[in-house]
């Protein structure tokens, strides 16, 4: 990779597991976020061929934040830093399939993104603490997940009656 010059986007997000890189499954690709000339890109290269560039094309964000690719290769997720709330799925050849958006704006961006193990599902989880499933036919939400920050406020042991805490 001699000659070649990119940006690791490490620190973009304050979530440590956003890397803004990926190996294909089979490991044959390898996928890398980078930034030129204020531009958001992403280059494709051939982890057999001594990661030779096989692809370079740009992305639709304005601020990337990380991206996932999905576990069969064939989608990658892309999304924006963390003050808007915008996910685009796409190829590995530059097409851009779907773009997601809640339909209010939690105010902050995608928090965390997970492939079903089939690649047909996508989670995508936000500051506001829900996470919205989209399948891969229509990238559509099929399901909303909403977490409870609520704790009990009574503690029972086995066979004990509540206690107020």
């Known amino acids: 990779m001699a000659g070649l010059s990119f940006v690791f ?49 740009p992305l639709p964000t304005l601020s990337i934040s990380s991206i996932s690719l999905s576990p069969n290769g064939n989608y990658l997720a892309v999304w924006e830093g963390s003050v808007e709330y915008k996910l685009y799925i796409m190829t590995l050849t530059g097409d851009t399939l779907a773009s997601f958006v809640p339909p209010v704006d939690p105010g902050l961006g995608v928090r965390t993104v997970a492939w ?46 509540p206690v107020p805490l």
């Open 9 to 57: 986007l490490t620190g973009a997000c304050a979530c440590p597991y956003d890397k803004g890189y990926a190996f294909r499954s089979d490991g044959r690709y390898f996928v890398l976020a980078e930034r030129h000339k204020s531009k958001d890109t992403l280059g494709v290269y051939d982890a057999m061929q001594s990661y030779k560039l096989i692809r370079h094309f």
């Open 116 to 161: 079903h193990p089939s690649g047909s599902f996508l989670a995508v989880g936000g500051w506001d603490d829900k996470v919205y499933i989209l399948d891969n036919l229509s990238w559509s939400v099929v399901a909303v997940l909403e977490s409870s920050t609520r704790i009990s406020s009574q503690v029972v042991g086995k066979n004990q009656t």
